[in-house]
């Protein structure tokens, strides 16, 4: 195992949310790192990765370095969805829709990685075979996390998700959860509601911090589990 850690050898962003959510909730982060992207540096010298003549002397190419970058974007989503969780204040529509962006944005980085991973035949760089990595890894998988992706679609490409203000509250604003969006595209199931009361439209509605920190949860503990299995057994 690599001498070097995070919190020591790091870049600033890893070093900035080691202590945060790597070190606890992600940690497989950290030793996939030690194992996989130290060797492709320059370190102890500098951060950056080797040159092509280097890397063949370590036997690795540019496949392993665009592994590599995809790693450390799943990171850089992972990062803004963390401050936007923590604001100390109720996420409004822009920063719910922001995060549901990022935290998708982050399963698809990290679905393309792990079938990279496994299957070396795809074409490294920004190119049809990223999307077909991804597809084929859903494909073997069962689609992991397909329901968070589907939330991210319809926020993004459907219109807003409806809501509802619970008035006299500080944390006021309500979206469909997860599970229950698709009951509430057509927005008159919500509007002609008497959601007063309580009933069934409300129980069907969370806050947009607790559905985001469900879907948080959901997602580190998919990677947690597969830079594990995946990545680090194989």
């Not at 370590?58 to 803004?80: C, E, M, P």
């Not at 922001?98 to 920004?126: H, I, K, M, Q, W």
């Not at 969006?181 to 007063?196: F, L, M, P, Q």
Request: a positive charge; aromatic letters at 14%.
């Amino acid at each position: 195992m690599s001498n070097y850690t995070i919190e020591k050898d790091g870049d600033f962003l890893e070093q900035n949310y080691w202590p945060l959510f790597i070190k606890n909730i992600f940690s497989y982060y950290e030793k996939f790192w030690q194992k996989f992207i130290v060797p492709l540096t320059c370190r102890p010298n500098n951060i950056h990765f080797k040159e092509d003549v280097d890397l063949r002397v370590i036997g690795k190419s540019i496949n392993d370095t665009w592994i590599a970058q995809l790693h450390y974007a799943v990171l850089f989503h992972l990062s803004r969805v963390y401050d936007l969780r923590h604001t100390g204040q109720p996420l409004n529509k822009d920063q719910f829709i922001e995060a549901f962006v990022r935290l998708s944005s982050a399963t698809d980085v990290a679905d393309e990685l792990l079938e990279r991973y496994c299957n070396n035949n795809y074409l490294p760089g920004l190119s049809a075979d990223s999307r077909k990595a991804r597809k084929e890894w859903r494909q073997k998988n069962k689609y992991p996390l397909q329901h968070i992706r589907e939330y991210r679609n319809y926020i993004v490409h459907a219109g807003l998700l409806p809501n509802i203000v619970i008035i006299g509250s500080n944390d006021k604003l309500r979206f469909p959860k997860i599970s229950k969006y698709k009951e509430y595209s057509d927005w008159r199931k919500v509007t002609n509601a008497s959601i007063g009361s309580g009933g069934k439209v409300r129980s069907d509605f969370n806050s947009p911090n607790n559905i985001l920190d469900e879907a948080w949860k959901e997602v580190l503990d998919y990677f947690n589990t597969q830079w594990q299995s995946v990545l680090l057994e194989n």
